[in-house]
């Protein structure tokens, strides 16, 4: 049996979410242990010029649901990008995975040839959808997982590597 782009997506989506969310739960215990402002760590940032810690989680929130809508044609789930503050993230992160467990697993059956656009500021570049999920979408949700997790360990919170795989 073959695997599908549902397989090596939405599966993966979801396992990093719950871990995702059990690695901000750990970031905000963190900060109150610390008596630290919560803006400390959400607005987190590694460098000046890259996004702070609650865009990585709306970016890893959208590249996500995309996979289904731009290979499936499901219809997507709008999201406001004004999360403030951890229970905010915790909401969009729930949205995300709600929306993720609604989509059925044959939506991407046989679309691995289809055309996928995606429109950037530097323009538009046309993939296949199975170039889009495993060369674009599937790297491009884990740098911003990756990101979050590095800006919460960078401002000391107490995580590491089994954190970010999470339980075998």
């Known amino acids: 049996m ?12 979801l396992r990093a979410f719950a871990n995702l969310t059990e690695i ?10 610390k008596a630290m402002p919560h803006a400390e760590l959400l607005e987190a940032r590694l460098f000046p010029d890259m996004a702070p810690l609650t865009a990585q989680i709306q970016r890893a929130s959208d590249t996500a649901k995309f996979v289904p ?7 997507n789930v709008a999201m406001e990008d004004d999360e403030a503050s951890f229970d905010d993230l915790q ?11 609604a989509v059925p697993a044959d939506a991407m059956d046989g679309r691995e040839a289809a055309e996928v656009e995606l429109r950037t500021g530097q323009g538009a ?4 959808a199975r170039d ?3 060369g674009f979408a599937i790297p491009n949700f884990f740098f911003h997982v ?23």
């Open 2 to 13: 073959s695997l599908s782009l549902y397989d090596v997506s939405v599966p993966v989506f």
């Open 24 to 33: 901000l739960e750990k970031g905000r215990a963190f900060a109150d242990e």
């Open 69 to 75: 809508v731009r290979v499936g044609g499901v219809e």
């Open 91 to 101: 909401a969009r992160i729930a949205k995300t995975v709600a929306f993720l467990k």
């Open 125 to 128: 570049k046309t993939f296949t």
């Open 132 to 134: 889009y999920v495993l």
């Open 146 to 168: 990756t990101t979050a997790y590095a800006l919460l360990r960078h401002k000391g919170v107490p995580i590491g590597k089994m954190d970010y795989i999470g339980r075998i």
